[in-house]
């Protein structure tokens, strides 16, 4: 018989992602197991995290500082608005270290099957800074860096039509054959956006 504090405990790591109710046992029994050296620095870690980290006003970043880091950094180019869908894929294109403009965190993508529409994003949000520049620098591009799904592509073509009157470029990140990707390896969707989205050389 598992006691209520353990059971509490596999309970609520079974709804983290990727994890079962097998897998949230497993993990429950290390951290009991470890209990010095990883559960109490933990329970503190999340302690912490819940007390100060708050979601940036400006981009919908996560951070401790408000604005966040992002939006502070004065040699960031204002000039340039990445738009994602989540603040794990603003993540993603930071630790790539390829992008020195501003980002702007939807929240998600529209589905009229769940109920999301553009006011449940932070849609008006992006409008009003495209519209309004950052930091008193107008936005001449808007990169709209959205994931490769039904929904990703239907926030896509929504924001397209509702940023054409701002007298902004808009781009799309591109699609298609990953670097050391084998064609015969891969899906048809996927070869299907590398051809469309082919480049001439020279």
């Given at each position: ?14 709804r ?8 949230a ?29 708050r ?6 970043n ?39 403009g501003?980002y ?56 397209t ?7 902004v ?16 390896y ?17």
């Amino acid at each position: 018989m598992i006691g209520p504090e353990i059971d509490r405990l596999i309970q609520l790591l079974s709804r983290l992602p990727g994890l079962g109710p097998r897998s949230a046992r497993r993990a429950a029994l290390h951290l009991i197991k470890k209990r010095e050296q990883l559960m109490d620095p933990l329970a503190e870690a999340l302690a912490g995290a819940a007390a100060r980290i708050r979601t940036c006003p400006v981009c919908g970043n996560l951070d401790t500082i408000d604005p966040c880091g992002v939006c502070r950094d004065a040699s960031r180019d204002r000039t340039i608005l990445c738009v994602v869908e989540e603040v794990g894929d603003l993540w993603a294109l930071e630790r790539t270290g390829a992008y020195r403009g501003l980002y702007h965190v939807l929240g998600g993508t529209l589905s009229a099957l769940d109920g999301i529409g553009p006011d449940d994003l932070a849609v008006p949000g992006l409008l009003a800074r495209v519209a309004q520049g950052t930091d008193g620098v107008a936005v001449r591009e808007v990169i709209l860096a959205l994931n490769a799904t039904a929904g990703g592509q239907t926030t896509a073509h929504y924001l397209t039509d509702r940023l054409s009157g701002l007298n902004v470029a808009i781009s799309r990140l591109a699609h298609g054959v990953p670097v050391g990707g084998e064609l015969d390896y891969l899906d048809d969707g996927t070869l299907t956006a590398a051809l469309r989205a082919r480049r001439t050389l020279g």
